[in-house]
């Protein structure tokens, strides 16, 4: 099975701009969907992003839509999410997540996660 491992939080500033890295540990994404969530101190977890590893097809949730980009490094086997123009609500643990579906309703493998905080 696969074992994701996030990597790349911090503490930036309100505009900036972070890169987050998934790496599988165990085995390769191949066959996979990978996918991005996020949980803020008080909330539920949400989805963030997600792509297939072989067909591609990214999709996000709508506040993200137009400022982060998932994107996979076939040489480098992971799974990368560009966080732009980030404002004080984008604060939480990202978490990056596996599974073998398409489209998964649900993930089956989980990364620890990584705070991301940004500061106004």
């Known amino acids: 099975q696969v074992q994701p491992v996030e990597s790349g939080g911090g503490l930036v500033q309100a505009g900036d701009s972070v890169r987050l890295s998934c790496e599988a540990s165990g085995r390769t994404f191949n066959k996979y969907t990978v996918g991005w969530f996020r949980q803020a101190a008080g909330k539920e977890r949400e989805f963030v992003a997600q792509?297939?590893?072989?067909?591609?097809?990214?999709t996000y949730t709508t506040s993200v839509e137009g400022r982060f980009i998932i994107s996979r490094d076939f040489a480098k086997n992971a799974v990368y999410l560009q966080l732009n123009r980030l404002k004080p609500e984008d604060t939480a643990v990202y978490y990056c997540?596996?599974?073998?579906?398409?489209?998964?309703?649900?993930?089956?493998?989980w990364g620890p996660g990584t705070q991301v905080t940004v500061s106004s």
């Open positions: 792509i297939n590893w072989q067909r591609g097809f990214p």
């Open positions: 997540a596996a599974d073998a579906s398409l489209s998964p309703e649900s993930y089956a493998y």
